[in-house]
């Protein structure tokens, strides 16, 4: 597929000025993106072939990367995959074509089309077992019992809410609400507490809160905003730790693969202290204060200073890296598209910050990996990862 050097020029214009039509747009961005400078005679009067194809990258780069902050590593990538054309106007020889390069910039196999970004999904088990599909597809009622209702909202929350005149002498129910790999909810527990569930979370809660402590248990990670209420402090048990709080907003990190739990305080203050601590200890507790971060490894406790709105990208909708090795990259990649990471070799301990769209389509993920020198190969759901 060829086209001219003018024609793509009047196409470009057409596309930036917003003046061309859906097909026209598609066509656009597909020799944008594939376009590679080694097809392209180079003579000395353009400058620095070297520096020109960084530009190029660098350009591709943050498109794909949609917020546009620092790219995740400075590499240099020899088949530059995008195109400045004006910028670098006097670099390409009028009477010359762009081709399309009849290969991706990765290395595909299987039905790549099946592999989408995560969505609005989870599972309520309730007290008897029974399991219900939770998605932005399903509304209304989902059940009555003890004086509590549950509803799954529109904006795919679940909402539970107690009938404070009524009392309620029967055992304490608990529910349970998961989300899969490539999933996330919301919940809004009896108490009015908001809970966000980030990808491959359970979470374990009592559909209402009596007298006493509000206790909640969770694996994998959550955001959440504490109603507060001085009589009853709420908690959060995770991976041998315990969070208490009165009222405040906080996020939890406690994935069993990451092998540390991280509690990160945006607003009002909490202890953190060991599940298996006498009661004696909880007066010693580690205490955080907003943008201070609770680091629980093995059985000792420790807190760091940190930007807290970077531990919360997720709920925001952005895949965040700071200083993120190889796993940690293709960890938060895995959990959010649902893919199995496969590593072959020695890996890299190269770092990399940056952070991509939780709406990106998967072909941009690996677009952005391998222009990171991440050599990626996608073999049905599998995520090849190699030196």
């Not at 509803?151 to 998961?178: G, H, L």
């Not at 006498?278 to 943008?291: D, E, F, Q, T, Y």
């Amino acid at each position: 597929m060829n086209m001219s050097y003018e024609d793509f020029k009047k196409l470009h214009e057409r596309c930036t000025s917003g003046n061309c039509t859906p097909e026209e747009q598609k066509i656009f961005e597909e020799y944008r993106d594939n376009f590679d400078l080694s097809d392209t005679p180079w003579l000395p009067v353009f400058g620095d072939k070297a520096e020109i194809e960084k530009l190029l990258k660098n350009d591709l780069h943050s498109r794909l990367s949609k917020n546009k902050i620092k790219k995740l590593r400075s590499i240099y990538w020899p088949a530059a995959a995008a195109i400045l054309v004006f910028a670098l106007a006097g670099l390409f020889v009028a009477n010359k074509y762009f081709k399309v390069k009849g290969t991706t910039p990765y290395e595909l196999s299987g039905n790549q089309n099946e592999i989408k970004p995560g969505s609005n999904k989870a599972v309520l088990t309730l007290a008897d077992g029974k399991q219900i599909k939770l998605d932005s597809s399903r509304k209304g009622r989902l059940f009555t019992l003890n004086n509590v209702t549950a509803d799954n909202d529109v904006d795919s929350s679940i909402i539970y809410k107690k009938n404070t005149s009524a009392i309620t002498r029967s055992p304490q129910v608990y529910n349970i609400i998961s989300t899969p790999q490539g999933g996330k909810y919301q919940l809004i527990l009896a108490d009015g507490t908001k809970v966000w569930l980030n990808a491959g979370t359970t979470i374990r809660f009592p559909i209402d809160f009596r007298n006493g402590d509000r206790v909640v248990e969770l694996s994998g990670e959550a955001y959440f905003e504490v109603a507060h209420d001085a009589s009853r402090p709420f908690k959060v048990t995770s991976a041998g730790q315990v969070v208490q709080v009165l009222g405040t907003h906080f996020n939890i990190n406690a994935y069993a693969d990451n092998g540390v739990v991280k509690t990160t305080l945006l607003q009002g203050r909490v202890k953190v202290y060991g599940k298996d601590q006498p009661s004696s200890a909880v007066a010693s507790a580690l205490i955080i204060k907003p943008n201070e971060q609770a680091v629980f490894k093995g059985d000792q406790f420790f807190k760091v200073a940190v930007d807290a709105e970077e531990f919360v990208a997720w709920k925001r909708g952005v895949i965040l890296f700071r200083d993120a090795d190889i796993h940690d990259v293709m960890r938060k990649i895995s959990r959010w598209y649902d893919v199995e990471v496969v590593y072959q070799g020695q890996m890299s301990k190269d770092t990399y910050s940056g952070e991509i769209s939780r709406n990106a389509a998967f072909s941009e993920v690996l677009k952005i990996l391998k222009l990171d020198d991440i050599n990626v190969k996608v073999s049905g759901r599998k995520l090849i990862v190699s030196q």
